[in-house]
């Protein structure tokens, strides 16, 4: 363990007004289950990120979306298939791949719009490639991720929020033809997607009744009613849809009938296991951005670094990050033993949130007015954590799965 510096190198350090902990080099965090692959691909993440995305985030945030280009670049680079299986074009890994990719994403990118634009088949395509006919996985799987096709997920509706047992929008079988009447809210990638896996009720009330539907563009009756403006993740297009009389071949149903719900729960475990992944890398970045800053600041002779209540916080700042990755960590590594545990990725989820908030917060806090411009990133990283205790199930309603999974 590095010592700190005594005699005339102190008193250099002193005399220069720079913190013994300002002048070491960052750490490279990493999660416990980590091996040369999860490096390999951090690396061709953090290039494709560094050179395609970060040159540009400032400007895709402002123009509230990213090229589609960006789609088929990342799908040449092998980026979208990242954790799918080869039999849907993906590279064989699993999900721990996925979330360092994400990590990079977020880190060397600088975009958190981006990152979750882009990456917003990971919660649309589960259920194709998990219970899907071979002939779904080949018309819609594949061409999303060679990154030719956009993809979203549709559950969350303008009346139901959290609620997914009591989705009103309806399905009625007429033929060879499901009937959709309904809407749908929130719905990332929702503007441009090319089809949507959506939430549907085919049968009676409670999450008996819920199927899931692939749901193409320009179907007739499929709208998108408008394109939502929102405090964060500028540059992702978020949507409302609308389905009117809108007819889907029975072909597109995912898995059986009335069969969706169970699909659903698995997709949100993993979902909120990218959530919590997602903050650690906001809070990662937003804590990077003001170690750099606050060595550079002076104030009252010295950097402000050199000041304890500083160091404190970025002390706080850090541990909180720390815990939040061994958790998510911990989390990830059992899932891929088979431990499907909702308690878990829900705990998971409520300490990463509450990690990125607080490092978002003190982060600005640090930046002083600065980081409450706009031309500063943790002003922006503030605003994007903010969704994280809300999006994939609220604080409050992982707490109520906690309650019902965890002995107390």
Not at 141 to 162: F, H, W
């Amino acid at each position: 363990m590095a010592r700190a510096p005594t005699g005339g190198m102190a008193r250099r350090l002193n005399r220069h007004s720079v913190s013994w902990y300002a002048v070491r080099p960052m750490k490279k965090r990493r999660y416990l289950f980590e091996n040369e692959t999860h490096e390999a691909i951090r690396k061709a993440v953090r290039r494709f990120a560094e050179h395609t995305i970060a040159p540009h985030a400032d400007a895709w945030e402002e123009a509230e979306e990213f090229p589609r280009e960006l789609y088929a670049q990342a799908g040449e680079a092998d980026i979208l298939g990242i954790g799918y299986p080869e039999s849907v074009g993906g590279d064989g890994n699993d999900l721990s791949h996925v979330l360092v990719a994400a990590e990079e994403m977020v880190i060397a990118g600088r975009s958190v719009g981006t990152t979750v634009g882009l990456g917003s088949h990971g919660i649309a395509l589960p259920p194709i490639v998990h219970f899907g006919t071979p002939e779904q996985k080949e018309r819609f799987a594949k061409p999303v991720l060679r990154g030719e096709k956009i993809s979203a997920l549709a559950i969350t509706e303008p009346g139901g929020g959290s609620d997914v047992a009591s989705l009103r929008t309806k399905a009625v079988r007429d033929g060879d033809f499901y009937v959709v009447n309904g809407s749908k809210t929130f719905i990332t990638s929702g503007t441009r997607a090319d089809f949507v896996t959506t939430a549907v009720r085919t049968g009676g009330d409670g999450h008996g009744g819920i199927s899931l539907l692939i749901v193409e563009r320009g179907t007739p009756g499929f709208t998108v009613s408008k394109k939502l403006k929102k405090t964060g993740w500028w540059a992702s297009d978020t949507a409302e849809l609308s389905f009117e009389d809108c007819r889907v071949p029975v072909s597109n149903v995912i898995g059986r009938e009335n069969a969706g719900f169970v699909a659903i729960m698995m997709n949100f475990v993993t979902e909120r296991l990218m959530l919590a992944a997602q903050c650690v890398a906001i809070a990662e970045l937003a804590y990077r951005e003001t170690v750099a800053y606050t060595k550079e600041r002076h104030a009252f002779g010295k950097s402000l670094t050199g000041f304890q209540v500083t160091r404190h916080k970025l002390a706080e700042m850090v541990t909180r990050i720390a815990a939040a990755r061994a958790l998510t960590g911990e989390c990830v590594s059992r899932f891929l033993k088979g431990e499907n545990d909702a308690g878990l990725a829900a705990m998971a989820k409520n300490v990463a949130t509450d990690a990125c908030s607080f490092v978002c917060d003190q982060a600005v806090q640090l930046h002083g007015g600065y980081g409450y411009m706009r031309e500063y990133l943790v002003e922006r990283l503030y605003r994007d954590a903010r969704l994280y205790p809300i999006g994939g199930g609220t604080r409050e309603i992982m707490n109520e799965i906690i309650s019902k999974t965890e002995a107390y």
